[in-house]
């Protein structure tokens, strides 16, 4: 008798570590809901399935200078200009990709810079056609120590549903500690970026 | 003998009691079946009724119209006059295996109201996939050879100006759309007028002609 007893609140014991267990594999709301990732590295294609995105090259500068029809004042930082250079194609329809942001190694995010023109940014308007490869710049302004082991994450905005499940790219800077010292001591003194472009 | 014959009348008494409990109950919940079974097909036809607006919007998002022929939409008459692949303006480069598509139309509201509401009309393209295309961004398409014809549903008023199209007045407009030259084949051109149902005119294609053209037409504009 004493044996069955002990063998119930054995077996619930192991039921109810069970439902704690299986309570814990239940996704968050983020995890159901957020945005579905493609992980690369600078100068490989991603593709999300949303959107395709190249990141062709990564440039640090201590002063940006717009170029275009009306340039504004040279722009300072007192950290660090984190210049990407990318072609990003659509797939579906019209859409911003204004979900974007550096995440530094500790989780910090530094969103697109609202500093530099947006005319220059190839994230923020809602001209990325279907098919129609566009090349421009993505800036970020961050403190020069969150460099190392950064990604970039460059995500498709929606209107409606405020970016539940959309394509999320999320791109390698591959910076370890020493490449990142390297490119902030060869910072560019000042950097001048152009207006978003078709091509190639 | 006696005993069983006291059970089965007593057992009688029993029954006849219980019928006419239940045809008591029975009487008292007509009423309530009755209420019920008349409700609930009313409520089911009430919640039909007003639902049914929502419903038509998705499932009717758009209404195809074939090639050369028009079509009655937000108070006004619309035609495909013609679509052409054509070059871009001159200063600009466009990315390899892209097209500016250009497309004319004709647009004759039926009355002032129609001309109003139709005045921020919305031009679009798609494919078979469901790909969505805007209108091209204002430097892209060279529009030298429209003689001055609007690229949205008004009518030009001067230099800049514009005006509401006079009802019954057949308007000529014209649109562009940058696409991947793989899909000139497979495009349709679509109207859109805010809060008009359905949601777009779409413009079918005709899948005999040469393939120069989009919808089928003859490629008449740019020259």
């Known amino acids: ?77 007192d950290g660090i200009w984190v210049v990407l250079t990318a072609t990003l194609t659509g797939e579906w329809k019209a859409a911003a990709h204004g979900d974007t942001f550096l995440e530094a ?96 | 003998m006696n005993e069983a014959a006291a059970d089965q009348a007593g057992g009688g008494r029993r029954l006849r009691g219980t019928l006419a409990r239940r045809t008591q109950a029975g009487r008292t919940q007509a009423p309530y079946l009755i209420a019920l079974l008349a409700l609930v097909p009313l409520a089911v036809g009430v919640e039909y009724n007003l639902e049914r607006p929502a419903a038509q919007g998705p499932m009717h998002e758009t209404v195809a119209v074939a090639v050369a022929e028009s079509a009655d939409y937000a108070g006004a008459r619309w035609e495909l ?48 996939e469901g790909r969505v295309w805007s209108t091209a961004a204002p430097d892209v398409p060279d529009f030298a050879g429209s003689a001055d014809l609007p690229t949205g549903c008004y009518t030009p008023d001067g230099d800049f100006g514009q005006k509401l199209i006079r009802a019954g007045k057949r308007q000529q407009v014209v649109t562009a759309f940058l696409v991947p030259k793989d899909v000139v084949r497979r495009l349709r051109v679509r109207v859109g007028v805010r809060d008009a149902a359905p949601r777009y005119l779409e413009f079918s294609r005709d899948q005999g002609r040469d393939g120069e053209g989009v919808g089928g037409l003859v490629p008449a504009f740019p020259s």
Do not use: W
């Open chain 1, 105 to 200: 190694a500790d989780g910090t995010k530094y969103y697109v810079s609202e500093r530099s023109d947006s005319s220059s940014q190839l994230t923020e308007d809602l001209s990325t056609e279907p098919g129609v490869p566009r090349r421009g710049r993505i800036v970020f302004e961050i403190p020069p120590e969150q460099l190392t082991g950064a990604v970039v994450r460059i995500g498709r905005s929606e209107t409606l549903g405020g970016g539940r499940l959309a394509p999320q790219a999320v791109v390698d800077l591959r910076l370890d500690a020493a490449r990142a010292r390297a490119m902030i001591d060869d910072a560019a003194p000042k950097l001048s970026i152009g207006a978003v472009e078709y091509g190639p």
């Open chain 2, 81 to 128: 006059t013609s679509t052409a692949a054509g070059p871009p303006a001159e200063d600009v480069d466009l990315p390899r295996h892209s097209v500016v598509v250009y497309a004319a139309l004709a647009v004759t509201p039926r009355d002032a109201r129609a001309a109003r509401r139709i005045e921020n009309c919305d031009f679009s393209a798609t494919d078979d």
């Open chain 1, 1 to 77: 008798m004493t044996l069955r007893r002990t063998g119930a609140v054995a077996a619930c014991v192991l039921l109810l570590a069970a439902i704690v267990g299986m309570h814990r594999l239940v996704p968050s709301p983020t995890e159901q809901m957020g945005p579905i990732s493609t992980h690369g590295q600078v100068g490989e294609r991603i593709d999300t399935g949303g959107f395709t995105i190249t990141v062709s090259k990564v440039r640090l500068a201590r002063t940006l200078v717009e170029q275009g029809f009306s340039p504004g004042p040279p722009v300072r930082t």
